[in-house]
T-cell receptor, first 113, second 113 residues
Framework: GQQLNQSPQSMFIQEGEDVSMNCTSS?????WLWYKQEPGEGPVLLIA?????ELTSNGRLTAQFGITRKDSFLNISASIPSDVGIYFC?????????????FGQGTILTVHP | EAQVTQNPRYLITVTGKKLTVTCSQN?????MSWYRQDPGLGLRQIYY???????DKGDVPEGYKVSRKEKRNFPLILESPSPNQTSLYFC????????????FGEGSRLTVL
């Protein structure tokens, strides 16, 4: 199946620092998504991107859909302790494959107060 | 409250003993899917269903079966579980707009001895 490479695998940062993570794919996606998973729960959608080049913000979070449609990044500004969790990128193909969503390996974020 | 409910949440079983993990959603969503989460591998799609009586393989379908007889339910069946199916399993649903916004259940942790 399609592969998404997400980096970094983990981050240890101080409260107040900015965070950046990205995802690359060998295939083109029509939709890029970013999810957050907190301990003991299922992932929750943070941001959805539907157009190449699109830049979207959700509070302190900003994400971009790469112009080649093969990559995306997520930035978190001024991190706080509740940002702790696992962040996943996901790509959704189009055409007959729009039911298949492929996830990256995840970025484990730890924020030290 | 809109939700995806999985049962059981935790299960320890032995190799070869058939088991079913149930999944139910109350949002009238057409699309449902199963994922497994393993450390370092992220979320990998097992099966998905675009609507009643329509199911398709994801990236890791071997050893699993699904059925979609009703819109709200999408059970995952392990006919003869093996230790390599020890994992955290998530069921998710999505509305008919196929925006990529998945609503996840809380997960089912399965251990096969």
């Amino acid at each position: 199946g399609q592969q998404l490479n997400q980096s970094p695998q983990s981050m240890f940062i101080q409260e107040g620092e900015d965070v950046s993570m990205n995802c690359t794919s060998s295939s083109i996606f029509n939709t890029w998504l970013w999810y957050k998973q907190e301990p003991g729960e299922g992932p929750v959608l943070l941001i959805a991107l539907y157009k190449a080049g699109e830049l979207t913000s959700n509070g302190r979070l900003t994400a971009q859909f790469g112009i080649t449609r093969k990559d995306s990044f997520l930035n978190i500004s001024a991190s706080i302790p509740s940002d702790v969790g696992i962040y996943f990128c996901a790509g959704q193909a189009g055409g007959t494959s729009y039911g298949k969503l492929t996830f990256g390996q995840g970025t484990i974020l730890t924020v030290h107060p | 409250e809109a939700q995806v409910t999985q049962n059981p949440r935790y299960l320890i079983t032995v190799t070869g003993k058939k088991l079913t993990v149930t999944c139910s959603q109350n949002m009238n969503h057409e699309y449902m899917s199963w994922y497994r989460q393993d450390p370092g591998l992220g979320l990998r799609q097992i099966y998905y269903s675009m609507n009643v009586e329509v199911t398709d393989k994801g990236d890791v379908p071997e050893g699993y079966k699904v059925s979609r007889k009703e819109k709200r339910n999408f059970p995952l069946i392990l006919e003869s579980p093996s230790p390599n199916q020890t994992s955290l399993y998530f069921c998710a649903s999505m509305s008919g707009g196929y925006t990529g916004e998945l609503f996840f259940g809380e997960g089912s942790r399965l251990t096969v001895l």
